[in-house]
């Protein structure tokens, strides 16, 4: 997961042509913290996507912007369009994550 730091790599990174996820996270979260324990393999599996991990502490404009009210929270974004948004208290377990990214469309 490629992190981002500043506006001009969000926009670059959800501008491409390959659909992205942005992990929106903070350090002091402890469900962010659980996510990182299993996210690896879903990483592995969903491979179609380039992912990002954003810290919302340093970038909460774009958090606000975005309507990331809790986190964790994965966003998915297609030409620079959000196309989906899997809410932080839908985001606890691996099979929820799972779920949420195998109804996507292709």
Not at 48 to 71: C, K, S
Request: one cysteine or more; aromatic letters at 10%.
């Amino acid at each position: 997961m490629k992190p981002i730091h500043t506006k001009e790599e969000f926009q670059a990174a959800i501008t491409g042509e390959q659909p992205v996820i942005v992990k929106f996270q903070a350090g002091w979260c402890p469900d962010c913290t659980r996510m990182d324990m299993f996210i690896d393999p879903i990483i592995e599996e969903f491979n179609q996507y380039q992912w990002f991990d954003l810290n919302r502490d340093e970038l909460p404009e774009i958090a606000e912007q975005y309507e990331v009210m809790g986190i964790p929270s994965l966003l998915i974004f297609n030409k620079g369009d959000k196309t989906a948004h899997l809410h932080s208290a839908n985001a606890k377990s691996p099979e929820e994550v799972t779920d949420f990214l195998a109804k996507q469309p292709e």
